[in-house]
């Protein structure tokens, strides 16, 4: 024996043309979503970037202590002296090392050149 269904039937081409094109304000607000979402990614690409960065940095090493370099006096007759350590106080440079402390007079230096020297070897010294 046979039973009849119905059988209902569409074209796929008519259910596709049935739908409504997407029109100008959906397509905005996709692209408003879109660029949102890029945005928030950029953004969290900068934070681990950062993050690496900053992990770079503190695992680094510190660089070397360079010994302090000596410091050139130029005396007025010509002849020089290097000192380690030094103080300034009114017109008297002290050169002091760890068995005694000695006393110059600032009007024995050659100050200009004394600052020339120093400056062409990358020291810095203030004199007045």
Same mark, same amino acid.
Not at 57 to 86: C, I, M, W
């Given at each position: 024996? $046979?039973? +009849?269904? +119905?059988?209902?039937?569409?074209?796929?081409?008519?259910?596709?043309?049935?739908?409504? /094109? +997407? %029109?100008?304000?959906?397509?905005?607000?996709?692209?408003?979503?879109?660029?949102? =979402?890029? #945005?928030?990614?950029?953004e969290?690409?900068r934070?681990?970037?950062?993050? =690496?960065?900053?992990? =770079? @940095?503190?695992?680094? &090493? /510190?660089? &070397?202590? #360079?010994?302090?370099? +000596? %410091?050139?006096l130029? $005396? =007025?007759?010509?002849? @020089?002296?290097?000192?380690?350590?030094?103080?300034?106080?009114?017109?008297?440079?002290?050169?002091? %090392?760890?068995?005694?402390?000695?006393?110059?007079?600032?009007?024995?230096?050659?100050?200009?050149? %004394? #600052?020339?020297?120093?400056?062409?070897?990358?020291?810095?010294?203030?004199? /007045?």
């Amino acid at each position: 024996m $046979f039973i +009849p269904y +119905p059988v209902y039937a569409t074209r796929y081409y008519d259910s596709v043309a049935e739908q409504p /094109p +997407p %029109t100008v304000t959906d397509r905005e607000s996709d692209l408003a979503a879109e660029i949102g =979402r890029l #945005k928030d990614e950029v953004e969290r690409l900068r934070g681990e970037e950062s993050s =690496r960065e900053q992990a =770079r @940095q503190a695992a680094a &090493p /510190p660089p &070397p202590v #360079k010994e302090n370099e +000596p %410091t050139v006096l130029v $005396f =007025r007759d010509g002849h @020089q002296s290097e000192v380690r350590n030094y103080a300034i106080v009114g017109q008297t440079l002290w050169a002091l %090392t760890e068995q005694r402390a000695r006393k110059i007079a600032l009007s024995n230096l050659n100050v200009e050149g %004394t #600052k020339k020297v120093n400056a062409d070897r990358g020291v810095e010294i203030r004199l /007045p």
